[in-house]
């Protein structure tokens, strides 16, 4: 199995800066890749930006390009994302992904970010 700690989340005012981070443990050659979901009150959980581990391009989401970078550091098997210029709409529960060969889907706990207006 994998597992997954989130941390960072807090509460900002909008226009200011959060960095979330992630980190893997357990059977982390399994995962093919990674990434950062959100999910707001009454809303679906949504892609926030993710990788593959083998390399290419990160995705985003067209409404944090621009203003979110996904980065990791191997030798922590840590996850990062950096959120830069905090809007209200931003505000939700932060999940981190590992997408498994092995069991799919695994995700951390979450972890509240608030932007206030």
């Known amino acids: 199995q994998v597992q997954l700690v989130e941390s960072g989340g807090g509460l900002v005012q909008a226009g200011g800066s959060l960095r979330l981070s992630c980190a893997a443990s357990?059977?982390?050659?399994?995962?093919?890749?990674m990434g950062w979901y959100r999910q707001a009150p009454g809303k679906q959980r949504e892609l926030v930006a993710a990788f593959i581990t083998s390399g290419g391009t990160p995705h985003y989401a067209d409404s944090v390009k621009g203003r979110f970078t996904i980065s990791r550091d191997n030798a922590k098997n840590t996850v990062y994302l950096q959120m830069n210029s905090l809007k209200p709409e931003d505000t939700a529960v932060y999940y981190c992904n590992a997408q498994t060969y092995a069991w799919g889907d695994c995700w951390g706990q979450g972890t509240q970010v608030t932007v206030s207006s």
């Open positions: 357990g059977s982390i050659f399994s995962i093919h890749s």
